[in-house]
């Protein structure tokens, strides 16, 4: 082996940096970087290829870090092939660090934030399933380690790459025995691994992690079998490999070298090259294109005595939308005959993934997906989008640009029990930041809001309902996201209804029966349940008698409308001003983050002062 | 075989029922039930050990349903066992019939309410692995479908099952070849099924699932067998067996016969025996104890000059709680060392169990454990629980009483970075009707709770701090679910500070800033978030001078402490009145599920008039 000598330098300078890095941040987890610094290095020496001045260079190869805590090991490796000064690793995990405890798009070769585990594998095979449909030349690689192996959905994942045949995928799991808080269910039994990733169809070589010309070896098969499988290399290695008092030893999962045994531990190391580099191989030039021609017009004619299911509709105008915008993708979990993805497989089959009962799989696909500039559409039940919360909170910290639809909302879907009705989703939806949550009446609106879902930059929720509603709106209505919808208002208004989805038909035949009664009351609909439309609810609360909004919805009573409305004007009546975190965190040290988060002491009296200086408004109270 | 004719009466039967109700509903999934029909009138009449009339009899076997599209069949079984008198079963999906669309706890048989797929396996395994460890006589069946198949959880629960040896556990795929939307990923290529669950180390025994000698011979095997592995029988089946018109046809999964085939359809089973009942082998009596100790005494000491994380002493708290209330299992997801479980495994292993890094399977074997009378706790990183919504929400379905403590919330955590944070729990569990959320925020504070966590029947979701705190509280103060603790207040404090778990310590800090000022707050310790302390609030309100809360939490915006509190204010304003779902729902028509769930028309009119005729409010108001 010609490399062997250039392999065991660069590792040893990978050993190095994943040591010095955590030791000067204080906390992380070199052990789990060391078990995989041969195999790694072996791959970005021989046979990654990458354009290290353009990560968004669309023939990249692509390195998914499932096991995210091995952070530290993904930046040295980009930093190896001269992304950055290796001296900047020495702010790991730092406030505003680029290197933050667990990978974040903040540094720009990460493919997918990782550290909830179990999810690169998925998130690999979005990537690989782009490369396959759409003729790209890219190898995905995703480093996984064994812990992680006792998720779900890496079994998921495994379905989702053989049955798709994503040859061009390889996954490399780290099987380093132990996790966390002890060994892992397997430990070394090397067999476990592999009969679990024989049985669900990959080509399986195993090796020890850390002989190279082992390593060497798998890669070389791995690249030249000809076969549909996807492949997975299960290496045998040693947590803290390299160094003797870390090695296979328990009790050293999060935990740095301490500052006064640093040395110690890098003189074992032997003489480092600090000089070595990666001399990547370059793809042919091939931009990532994130502003392909959106084009979200939608004819679909209605007519006013007929009923229609917004689920239906959506399907319709997803089609042709679909169509007509090169870069989406739809993807439904076995349920494409209820929420009417259907009609996109029959339109477009290219842009169509099917991903059955696996819908934490298909969420994280999604994530992939997006980090090449698609726009992925992720529909299923809404209750069963609940199944991918935790995927969902990590696609929003990948800063992923991902539009989920949930059909069989609330409890309106009948007859099949609470186990299909979604009722907590807004709740989830709403906690994440910057999250556009719309949920359309009628035929007209759904039409409407799916072009504005599409054109949306970021998270969308889309709730649709699966009974028949009537035409409540006229073509050329308008609907934008923040908007809502006054669909019935007097000049003596005694109060007002604030509805959403299925709720808006029962407040206006609620309207009905109260003018029986003389009694007016005004209807709004809040097809926009976040941002919800704050100037005409309190306009509405100010010009009616009582200054009272009711809200009405088909979801549970925390954490939906109510609680958006509520929130708008309370804000406005100042009882309740509501100090929360906004925004994704970061790393960095609690005080600091308590600080950026705006919820510590100083922000604290900041807020209580503003107020206070306001204090005009305290005569004016009438409670 | 001399059973081979009544089984036949049985399926016979069986099938009868699942069409004869599903026609009358209107609605269902008869043909998932007749793949079924012929191996569990087997399982019903030969090996089924049951005692009908008491189904918390501690010795019965237990049948799990996870395909819970299939209830017509579960219900059928065990009105074939006269458990009620079969004509009732033309209730099927009625509004207030105890025959959901999914099975849920109001028919008593149910094991745990299914209907969201993939998660009986890991019930059952709950259910076993009680057997097993209590030396109980009964064997768990679980029933999965093929399609559910795909579902992370069924490996996570697949190697949950053999690792901890649960021979007791028998389940059996209804390979039918169809799911919902189209073929599964596998149809009837059976070795797909026999590879996957061998390399999960169960024994597999593939039969023609509607051959009676061979299902027969399956389970003869499936009982005889003397390794520790659990037992998988796959059975290849026929999707609408029995009706030529429904077999192994698209199109007809959530569809029942019309009306006017039912007939045709019922001739094609030939001449029935409308009389023929299981007669079940009954078990020892042994009734599950509902009511055992729980004894929360905590004795723990704490030094004023030090500072104790709230997750270290809800390990200390709970080890000791534990050792004195024999029905407690601790369920941990490979983080014991961060969440601080270890001690309980130290103590009382016999009462641990380690999930490893599978969250999804750990909340359902915690509905399998609530179901036997025990109190499963449920512990790891608050973010990983989101990994688990469904299944939380499941299990609330299911009415477990199972407790939830996620630790290391919010950004508060520091280096690790977003995807360690648990951000967005609040907003889950707060939506879950009748979920008592607690965070405390000092030692002492946590002893207490943990205690009245335990002692509560039904959900509890604790928060814990990763971070040291100091103490704020003396021994023998006490706390409540539903209280708070005004920690901080003078005669003329200008507005409050609401804050809870680690924003009390910078709301305390706050405060100190702005006495330097001459501007005096109150603050308030909201250990209890849900229920929130309304009328200590609504007090605080209203003797401050501005009438204002600051609410201050280390939680997104949306859906947490602040929402909480802003609804109780509101209320009170009579601002905002919020309408929506409080209860679990249930079957019925959509129309009388809105009624149910108090927000239709009518509803919405009545609250009006209320509201209304409550006017004298309207002059009060000062906005």
Redesign the interface.
């Known amino acids: 082996m010609k490399n062997m000598n250039a392999w065991e330098e660069e590792a040893k300078l990978i050993r190095k940096w994943c040591l010095v890095s955590t030791t000067a ?4 987890h070199p052990t789990s970087c060391l078990s995989a610094a041969d195999i790694t290095a072996v791959l970005f020496d021989k046979y990654f290829t990458y354009d290290i001045s353009n990560p968004l260079n669309l023939s990249n190869d692509r390195f998914v870090l499932s096991k ?1 805590h091995a952070a530290p090991l993904l930046y040295t490796l980009f930093g190896m092939c001269n992304a950055f000064d290796l001296n900047e690793l020495k702010t790991l ?1 730092q406030f505003n660090s680029r290197f ?3 990978p ?1 798009p903040k540094f720009k070769y990460t493919e997918a ?6 999810q690169g594998l998925s998130v690999g095979a979005g990537l690989a399933l782009v490369a396959k449909r759409e003729k790209l030349p890219y190898t995905t690689y995703v480093l996984c380690g064994d ?2 192996l ?7 994942a495994a ?1 989702f790459a053989s ?1 798709h045949r994503l040859n061009n995928l390889i996954v490399i799991l780290d099987i380093n025995r132990l ?4 060994e ?2 397997f430990g070394h039994h090397m067999n476990e691994y592999e ?2 990733f ?3 169809n990959f080509r399986v070589i195993t090796i020890d992690g850390h002989n190279y010309e082992e390593i060497d070896q798998a890669f070389e098969q791995a690249h030249n079998h000809t076969g549909e499988q996807p492949v997975a290399i299960i290496a045998r290695t040693i947590k803290g490999k390299g160094i003797s008092f870390l090695e296979d030893k328990e009790g050293w999962h999060g935990k740095p070298v301490k500052e006064e045994d640093l040395q110690k531990a890098l003189d074992e190391l032997g003489t480092i090259n600090d000089s070595v580099r990666f001399n990547l191989r370059k793809p042919a030039q091939a931009a990532i294109d994130y502003s392909l021609p959106v084009n979200t017009a939608v004819r679909l004619d209605f007519d006013n005595a007929k009923t229609y299911a917004t689920r239906e509709v959506f399907g319709q105008a997803l089609s042709q939308i679909t169509q007509n915008t090169p870069g989406m993708y739809v993807l ?1 979990a ?5 929420t009417f993805t ?1 009609d996109v497989l029959k339109a477009t089959p290219e842009r169509f993934i ?1 991903c ?3 819908e ?2 298909m969420v994280s696909v999604g994530a992939g997906l997006s980090r090449l500039g698609k726009i992925p559409i992720i529909t299923t039940f809404g ?2 989008l ?2 991918a ?2 995927q969902i ?2 696609a929003r ?1 990948s800063e992923a640009n991902i539009k989920f639809v949930g059909s069989h909302v ?12 979604a ?2 989703d807004i ?2 939806f ?4 910057d999250t556009v949550i719309l949920q359309p009446c009628d035929a007209i609106a759904t039409t409407n809001l799916v072009s504005r879902m599409v054109e949306h930059t970021g998270f969308v929720y889309m709730r649709t309902l699966r ?1 028949k509603t009537k035409l409540l709106y006229k073509p050329g209505d308008e609907f934008t996201i923040g908007g809502s919808k006054i669909i019935r208002q007097s000049n003596d208004d ?2 007002t ?1 604030a509805a959403t989805g ?2 808006v038909f ?5 309207a ?3 003018t029986q ?1 003389n ?1 007016n ?1 005004r209807v709004v609909d809040c097809y926009s349940i ?1 941002p919800v439309d704050k100037q005409t609810l309190l306009a509405c ?2 010009s009616t ?16 409308l ?6 708008a ?2 804000e406005e ?10 925004k ?7 005080d600091e ?2 600080q ?2 705006g ?4 922000a ?2 900041a ?3 503003k ?2 200086s306001a ?1 005009n ?2 005569n ?4």
């Not at 029962?506 to 609620?510: I, M, N, S, T």
């Not at 994704?584 to 609690?590: E, L, P, V």
Request: charged share 20%; aromatic share 4%; proline share 1%.
């Open positions: 941040a204080g906390s992380g995210g995990r933050e405890g667990h974040v934030a990782t550290g909830s585990l179990g812990g992680e006792a998720e779900g959905q890496i079994w998921e379905n049955y996790a966390q808080s002890g892992t269910m009969q679990r024989r049985a669900f439904d076995d349920v494409k005959n209820s259907e099917e059955f009962i696996a934490q799989n209750a069963f609940m199944r919360a935790d909170r990590m910290v609330g409890v309106s879907i009948g007859e099949d029990g609470p186990s299909q009705m009722l907590e709740a989830l709403g906690a994440l930041p009974s005694i109060l209804i299925i709720t029962e407040a206006l035949q609620a009905e029966l109260l009664e009694i009351i976040n609360l100010h008698q009582l200054q009272c909004i009711i809200t009405v919805e088909d979801h549970f009573e925390h954490g939906g109510g609680d958006f409305i509520a929130a004007i309370i009546g100042d009882y309740v001003e509501k100090m929360a975190v906004t994704i965190s970061q790393s960095g040290k609690q983050l308590l950026d988060a919820i510590n002491a100083a604290i009296a807020r209580v002062k107020i206070v204090n408004r305290v004016a109270r009438g409670l």
